[in-house]
């Protein structure tokens, strides 16, 4: 398991704009009662919930983080200006999946439309670079097509479709190759 992250901060500001700047922290508990808030908002709940207070999900996460679950990957808290913008979980590779793997990207309900998810999905990326043929992948539910768009918008492909069997879309953000 790699080494776990200090707080990292992430600059985004550009001339003449808000001050756009995210800091990514080891998700931890006391980041969990805001997340869980975030789950009163019925679209959110849909796609990542539901969420409860003694909920599996933050005992996993936290043992996640310090090697004692069976996945290696984690888990990060976003802040601006000392607020939980955005919450991402995401797997290393392994053998058997050869790309680090987006298992959740959450952004905070009064918080969208503002390229919050934009950002962090770019600063993930470049906090973990790709070493594989496929960089990143994502599975987006077939009841989720605002999370597709969001991703084609990002530049990632559409691997595969929804189908009955699967009931989801695979997304891979491939590194460019360069020559």
């Not at 931890?28 to 599996?56: H, I, T, V």
Request: with cysteine.
């Amino acid at each position: 398991m790699l080494e776990q992250p200090a707080k990292l901060g992430y600059m985004l500001s550009k001339k003449g704009k808000e001050d756009t700047s995210l800091t990514f922290t080891v998700f931890n508990k006391e980041d969990f009662s805001e997340y869980l808030s975030w789950f009163q908002d019925a679209e959110l709940n849909k796609q990542l919930g539901p969420m409860e207070p003694n909920d599996e999900w933050l005992t996993y996460t936290l043992n996640q983080q310090v090697g004692l679950q069976d996945s290696e990957g984690y888990t990060y808290s976003v802040f601006r200006h000392e607020e939980l913008v955005a919450v991402i979980a995401f797997d290393y590779p392994t053998e058997a999946v050869r790309a680090y793997y987006i298992s959740s990207l959450a952004v905070k309900p009064n918080k969208k439309g503002n390229g919050i998810g934009t950002q962090v999905l770019q600063k993930i990326m470049e906090l973990h670079p790709p070493t594989h043929a496929i960089d990143w992948i994502a599975f987006i539910q077939r009841n989720n097509p605002k999370a597709k768009l969001f991703f084609e918008k990002n530049g990632w492909e559409c691997i595969s479709d929804a189908t009955n069997k699967t009931d989801m879309w695979s997304f891979a953000f491939r590194k460019p190759l360069r020559y």
